[in-house]
């Protein structure tokens, strides 16, 4: 009985406990404020914010100074507070940037960007403090919580019972505005969408061009299914075009998006993550998925036509080296669509892209470029037959073409160095797959063996792509100056000599890696030494116009355009062979001047020539002139403006590849200097500028196709084989019991009169007095 009553009183007990904390508050109110009400809210003073309480700072500024300091009012009015009540409310501030200070009493810091009430200041609805903006360009965001108390005890129905709270959130800029942060997944979004639109309008237009009235599902099977099962060489070079101007706007559209997050200091309109895979994806799909397949496809349409070959020696294996190409690039982007691509840059530097910090993507980034490697060997393989046995009757080395040239030295240079790339690309994958050791420190591994790897074919690729150009750049040259090229074994010499110089001057890359200083001192040398035949080439070409009748026609524009912007690229190459100036330079904004205006005043500059030059004999229409000249001068301000003022930027010490960059008056701080904010500014613009000037090639492109002029066989008074065929060329392109034959008509006319003292290329035909004989 004693044991059960115990039992009673214990229970009773508990009981009462119980019905106390259920009568009790939810929570008290302090006298004080706490830290962490950004996110929470005052949920002390009630559960939800109350509208009858409206909460003001006052003191902001539109836009801040940097390292300025101001003084803020905080206050309230509204909700239950009596001047006759002991405790009239409190407040909370959290700022996101610049740091907080208090000038008396009634407030305190919990941190440097959050303040409150102190108890003593818990009879006031005002308060003071200081704000100190920071230094660089931020968004800077204000958030402040109060809350009005009605002052009554603890107890039944007292405490927190009655009071209301508020909260307000405002933000500043800097002198700079600064862009908001996008979100993640509508940035990668908005450019698959927009990638995925372009491609659909381009697939229905060459559909529907067809025959707009007569469209069924009967007729399209056979259609598509030509086009992909097609080994023409002409087709393909059509599918190679396709792809790569597809890329070439893929490319830029990722390029847009770094000029935006790089357009304002501070930005934080890319996260790093997402940044990191642009700037990778964009280099990887600028060179592998955008110039070396307008290079193939320049390639598959002009050299068999150029050497009387009915085709190329190996169809099938043209057609799987193509389709090769769209698998690669879907791997290489594999990890874009979850947010998680490759963030290694093109050049994959080791250690960072075979560690766990890297994203997954970055394992199918290197299987696609695998695939990439084995389409290029093959087209490699193809080529080289192609030129080496499918020659005319009478066409020597010395009579071939310098686009066919070009392409020749191309193809040896890639088959020399790709092989460094794809074992280092297999080690990498296996490195990140199977857990190997090639490139990880720890287990004895040398990062620096993928420097080599990667450089002993990253630098000669610049050449790969770059020589095709100079190829298209002479025939353009040539045909517009209504002469045959001036030095023509000079220069077959010169471009010969740049793919076996290309092999010993990648060290450059490497001059702050731990290069001794006698390896250094080589390197600088060889890497001199390409500019003489780099030199050779542009002032052949400047003798070929000098000595010719120049024909201003769009294509001459743009071979105009690429002398002047290569050779600018070239004289800032110059700099980086000095151990000195590659030190101060390197990674620097200075190299990515340098680097574009190789490859886009070169490459690409090239390429619109050739387009705009062979796109009447691929087509059988002729280009519109006007929209072509307002093409290129559009394209040639805005690139110049574009790339030109990076060189003052490298000089300033602005590195590449970093996120974001600061503005400010602090020299100790090694930042830019306050010019820096509008040069960048003024290079987006022009890069936006740049960006859709492009789009008026492809509106010529359309408009010509649909009801361009028709284009006869030879339209510029070209020489060689490809303008012998009709415009377009017949499939095969030439009959294969009946090609073309290729004889020397100077040695017949060496002796009439009027033609002694002129120069005749053994393989052009100047004019109609002194011709080639084609049978």
Wanted: with cysteine; charged share 10%.
């Amino acid at each position: 009985m004693l044991i059960q009553s115990k039992r009673r009183r214990a229970a009773l007990v508990m009981l009462v406990v119980l019905v106390a904390m259920l009568a009790a508050p939810s929570a008290t109110s302090l006298p004080v404020g706490i830290s962490g009400v950004k996110d929470s809210g005052c949920n002390c003073h009630g559960a939800t914010p109350d509208a009858a309480v409206t909460p003001t700072i006052s003191g902001l500024p539109p836009t801040y100074n940097y390292s300025e300091s101001y003084e803020l009012t905080v206050s309230f009015s509204g909700g239950p507070s009596d001047p006759s009540n002991i405790n009239q409310g409190g407040f909370h501030l959290w700022v996101s940037d610049g740091g907080l200070s208090v000038t008396d009493a009634t407030a305190q810091l919990f941190n440097p960007n959050e303040a409150g009430h102190t108890e003593a200041g818990n009879d006031q609805n005002s308060w003071t403090v200081t704000w100190t903006a920071p230094a660089t360009d931020r968004n800077v965001e204000f958030v402040l919580h109060v809350n009005s108390v009605n002052g009554n005890a603890d107890g039944a129905g007292g405490g927190s019972s009655g009071d209301n709270w508020n909260r307000v959130s405002t933000k500043i800029t800097g002198p700079i505005e600064v862009l908001e942060q996008a979100d993640p997944f509508l940035v990668l979004s908005v450019l698959i969408v927009v990638c995925a639109v372009l491609l659909g309008i381009t697939l229905t237009f060459v559909f529907y061009s067809r025959d707009p009235d007569s469209f069924d599902w009967d007729s399209f099977a056979p259609w598509i299914a030509g086009w992909m099962t097609s080994t023409d060489h002409k087709r393909i070079g059509t599918l190679y075009f396709v792809q790569g101007l597809f890329f070439l706007g893929v490319g830029g559209i990722m390029a847009m998006f770094i000029r935006i997050q790089l357009s304002v200091p501070g930005n934080d309109f890319l996260t790093q993550e997402q940044y990191n895979q642009f700037f990778t994806l964009h280099g990887t799909t600028m060179i592998f998925l955008a110039a070396m397949p307008m290079i193939n496809g320049f390639a598959n349409w002009i050299v068999p036509l150029q050497i009387g070959a009915a085709d190329l020696a190996l169809p099938r294996i043209n057609a799987m080296s193509f389709w090769l190409q769209p698998f690669s690039a879907i791997l290489i982007f594999t990890g874009i669509f979850s947010g998680g691509g490759a963030d290694t840059g093109w050049t994959g530097y080791a250690p960072y892209v075979v560690s766990q910090t890297a994203h997954a993507g970055t394992t199918m980034w290197a299987a696609g470029q695998l695939m990439l490697v084995a389409s290029s060997t093959l087209t490699g393989i193809n080529f080289l037959t192609t030129i080496a046995v499918m020659r005319a009757e009478g066409m020597g080395w010395m009579k071939m073409p310098l686009f066919t040239w070009s392409i020749l030295i191309a193809n040896v240079m890639l088959f020399l160095s790709i092989p460094a790339f794809g074992v280092g690309l297999i080690q990498v994958y296996l490195d990140r797959v199977i857990g190997t050791a090639f490139y990880d420190i720890a287990a004895g591994g040398d990062p620096l063996l993928w420097s080599h790897l990667f450089w002993y074919f990253g630098h000669p690729e610049v050449y790969v792509v770059v020589v095709p150009a100079f190829g298209i750049i002479s025939e353009v040259v040539a045909t517009s100056a209504r002469r045959s090229v001036f030095g023509y074994r000079s220069m077959v010499y010169a471009m010969a000599g740049i793919g076996i110089v290309a092999f010993i001057v990648y060290g450059h890359h490497m001059f702050t890696s731990g290069m001794s200083p006698t390896l250094r001192f080589v390197t600088m040398l060889t890497t001199m030494l390409v500019a003489v035949p780099t030199g050779i080439k542009v002032f052949n070409w400047l003798m070929t116009m000098h000595g010719g009748s120049l024909v201003y026609r769009t294509h001459t524009l743009w071979a105009l355009g690429f002398l002047v912007t290569f050779t600018l690229g070239g004289i800032s190459g110059m700099f980086f062979p000095s151990v000195a100036m590659d030190t101060h330079l390197h990674e620097s904004y200075f190299v990515v001047a340098h680097f574009h205006y190789v490859l886009v005043g070169g490459t690409v500059f090239g390429f619109f020539a050739g387009i705009y030059y062979w796109f009447p004999k691929a087509t059988g229409r002729m280009m519109s002139e006007k929209l072509g000249v307002l093409h290129f001068l559009t394209a040639f301000v805005s690139y110049n403006a574009l790339f030109w003022p990076m060189h003052r930027l490298g000089v300033w010490g602005m590195t590449r590849r970093h996120h974001t960059y600061f503005i400010t008056t602090d020299e100790a701080l090694g930042s830019l200097p306050m010019e820096a904010a509008g040069w960048n500014m003024f290079i987006t613009v022009a890069a936006f500028a740049f960006f859709f000037s492009n789009f008026i090639l492809v509106a010529n492109m359309v408009v010509t196709y649909i009801r361009g002029e028709p284009a006869p066989a030879d339209p510029w008074g070209g020489w060689s084989f490809e303008w012998m065929t009709s415009s377009p060329p017949p499939t095969p392109s030439f009959d294969p019991h009946n090609l073309p034959r290729l004889e020397d008509a100077n040695e017949h006319i060496a002796n009439e009169p009027g033609v002694l003292g002129r120069w005749f290329s053994r393989l052009m035909v100047p004019d109609e007095e002194t011709e080639e004989v084609v049978h």
